[in-house]
């Protein structure tokens, strides 16, 4: 059974940077393509960005410049760095497969002042 755990969240100020993390258990990422997602409250799931197992990459518009999605096949991880915040990117940040398999518990990240 495959697993994904996000983890790197927490609160920063705005114009701050974080990274997240998510490893999975059962699978490969690099045999697959990935997406971050992320869920504000009272909003539906977005897709923010996505890499490719070939390793192209896709943002969406309202993250372009700002976010870059990488992944470390060595260790079974794909990253989001995340720079430039903004209170708008609040939300709980997700990882999965595509086609999408269990979901994770996600990761909180919180831009405030």
């Known amino acids: 059974q495959v697993q994904l755990v996000e983890s790197g969240g927490g609160l920063v100020q705005p114009g701050g940077s974080l990274r997240l993390s998510c490893k999975a258990s059962?699978?490969?990422?690099?045999?697959?393509?990935t997406d971050w997602y992320r869920q504000a409250p009272g909003k539906e799931r977005e897709l923010v960005a996505v890499?490719?197992?070939?390793?192209?990459?896709y943002y969406a518009d309202s993250v372009k410049g700002r976010f870059t999605i990488s992944r470390d096949n060595a260790k079974n991880t794909v990253y989001l760095q995340m720079n430039s915040l903004k209170p708008e990117d609040t939300a709980v940040y997700y990882c999965?497969?595509?086609?999408?398999?269990?979901w994770g518990q996600g990761t909180q990240v919180t831009v405030s002042s």
């Open positions: 890499i490719t197992s070939g390793g192209s990459t």
């Open positions: 059962g699978r490969i990422f690099s045999l697959y393509t």
């Open positions: 999965n497969f595509r086609p999408t398999v269990a």
